[in-house]
């Protein structure tokens, strides 16, 4: 099969409105690509373009933005050159700094309607597992690059996924393509030349059919993620109370396999990302703990800690502003979150007679005391927090709107009842947003 009716194959699906952006490094690959989606968006009706992200980190690279301007104007299409800076740390390599400012900059210029075309081949694919497998990854990280994906406001497609690098030099030579090669890719320092380099060449010399086999597992790992994903779907939501806490007991009742998914996913969907060990400590130190203990454990910025049987991520705290002084029909911003009061004819939840001038919204404060609409009886605002299962490193972050030293009001959460208006009838709506 031609390179280009592979490269056709994987491009089923594409619409006149959406338009190809061709990450065009200059290099071998992406020359390939950038000549394929040429004749594709020629023969399809599609807007194309390519993009050139110059790094800044070797003398070489100054010359590549004119190289790949003269490419692409042969071919007939724009090239664009952005520079970026690389941000280089302690505990990130210079490749992944690399492809962090890249990609971050092809984000930047995607639109709602956008592929970006990005040149990974069949080698690549293979060289991406065993680097996850070096680093002991699971799942995701063995099912290595899917062919498409969703990036920022369009997608990736990576339409050379099947084909083999030796593919690419045929179609390359055949068709008279020029091409950059980068001098650092010789230097076998980093993890992907020294496999490229040293390894590579001994696994297809003694199976030829390496790259395609390795690619193969990938794709089996790929359908178990989606496996995964599917069952944590299933699995998490029952688990979760309105406060966003997962259930320590309902864990406890999946299987090792299944209670292990349902926690990675969940902390993932609250953006915190764990290992192995990391996941092992959460659950061992965090859910087991002692009924009585206040067990915590920090996974960057965040806090993983349990209250009343359910686990909580727990985000850095904002600062909560009080407001000493309420007007009416806009939101005000309290730091943790906005209030505003507004005049309704009906559905009213303060009553009409409270004059704003004398409200104030207050964080933090000892001693009050209140009647939540349809309770008997007033209690203590700290006996409250538990009945209404408020953790404690969120209270200091309620807000409690004051008449005098009388609570009216916990916004979000309750209306004490003296200040409750009659049912259905006018007076003021009170809302409140969290601070997302």
């Known amino acids: 099969?031609?390179?280009?009716?592979?490269?056709?194959?994987?491009?089923?699906?594409?619409?006149?409105?959406?338009?190809?952006?061709?990450?065009?490094?200059?290099?071998?690959?992406?020359?390939?690509?950038?000549?394929?989606?040429v004749r594709f968006a020629s023969e399809h009706e599609v807007a194309v373009r390519?993009?050139?992200?110059?790094?800044?980190?070797?003398?070489?690279?100054?010359a590549w933005p004119a190289h790949c301007a003269k490419v692409a104007a042969e071919l007939g299409v724009s090239c664009d050159t952005?520079?970026?800076?690389?941000?280089l740390g302690a505990r990130i390599s210079v490749e992944a700094a690399a492809r962090q400012a890249r990609y971050q900059a092809f984000n930047n210029i995607m639109h709602e309607h956008?592929?970006?075309?990005?040149?990974?081949?069949?080698?690549?694919?293979?060289?991406?597992?065993?680097?996850?497998?070096?680093?002991?990854?699971?799942?995701?990280?063995?099912?290595?690059?899917?062919?498409?994906?969703a990036f920022g406001p369009g997608e990736q497609w990576r339409p050379l996924l099947t084909s083999s690098r030796q593919s690419l030099e045929v179609f390359a030579e055949q068709t008279g393509l020029?091409?950059?090669?980068?001098?650092?890719?010789?230097?076998?320092?980093?993890?992907?030349?020294?496999?490229?380099?040293?390894?590579?060449?001994?696994?297809?010399?003694?199976?030829?059919?390496?790259?395609?086999?390795?690619?193969?597992?990938?794709?089996?790992?790929?359908?178990?993620?989606?496996?995964a994903k599917e069952l944590a779907a299933s699995d998490v939501p029952p688990l979760v109370n309105h406060h966003g806490g997962l259930d320590v007991r309902g864990l406890q009742a999946l299987t090792e396999a299944r209670r292990n998914n349902a926690l990675r996913t969940w902390l993932q969907q609250q953006g915190v990302h764990t290992s192995r060990v990391q996941l092992t400590a959460c659950w061992q130190e965090v859910a087991l703990a002692r009924a009585d203990a206040s067990p915590c454990i920090t996974l960057g910025p965040q806090q993983l800690r349990r209250y009343q049987g359910a686990l909580y991520v727990v985000p850095e705290p904002t600062k909560a502003q009080p407001l000493a002084n309420l007007v009416s029909e806009q939101w005000l911003d309290a730091g943790v979150g906005r209030l505003r009061l507004r005049w309704v004819e009906q559905g009213a939840t303060l009553l009409g007679e409270l004059d704003l001038t004398q409200l104030q919204l207050v964080f933090n404060q000892f001693g009050l005391r209140a009647q939540p609409l349809g309770r008997a009886g007033s209690r203590p605002l700290k006996k409250l927090w538990q009945e209404y299962a408020i953790p404690p490193w969120l209270r200091p972050q309620m807000p409690l709107l004051l008449m005098g030293?009388?609570?009216?009001?916990?916004?979000?959460?309750?209306?004490?009842?003296?200040?409750?208006?009659?049912?259905?009838?006018?007076?003021?709506?009170?809302e409140w947003q969290v601070k997302a």
Request: glycine share 8%.
């Open 114 to 149: 956008d592929i970006l075309l990005t040149g990974h081949h069949l080698d690549d694919q293979a060289e991406t597992l065993l680097l996850a497998l070096k680093r002991g990854a699971g799942l995701a990280g063995l099912a290595s690059m899917p062919l498409k994906r």
């Open 50 to 62: 390519a993009v050139h992200i110059k790094h800044g980190l070797q003398a070489a690279g100054d």
């Open 178 to 227: 020029r091409w950059v090669e980068d001098p650092s890719n010789s230097e076998s320092d980093f993890d992907r030349n020294f496999l490229r380099n040293k390894i590579f060449p001994l696994l297809l010399a003694q199976w030829p059919s390496f790259s395609h086999t390795a690619a193969r597992s990938a794709q089996l790992c790929a359908e178990q993620m989606t496996l």
């Open 1 to 37: 099969m031609s390179l280009y009716r592979t490269f056709c194959e994987h491009m089923v699906g594409i619409t006149p409105e959406q338009s190809l952006v061709v990450a065009f490094s200059g290099g071998l690959d992406s020359t390939v690509l950038l000549a394929l989606a």
């Open 82 to 87: 952005i520079e970026v800076q690389v941000q």
């Open 405 to 430: 030293e009388q609570l009216v009001a916990v916004p979000g959460l309750f209306v004490s009842a003296p200040y409750s208006p009659p049912t259905s009838g006018p007076g003021w709506q009170l």
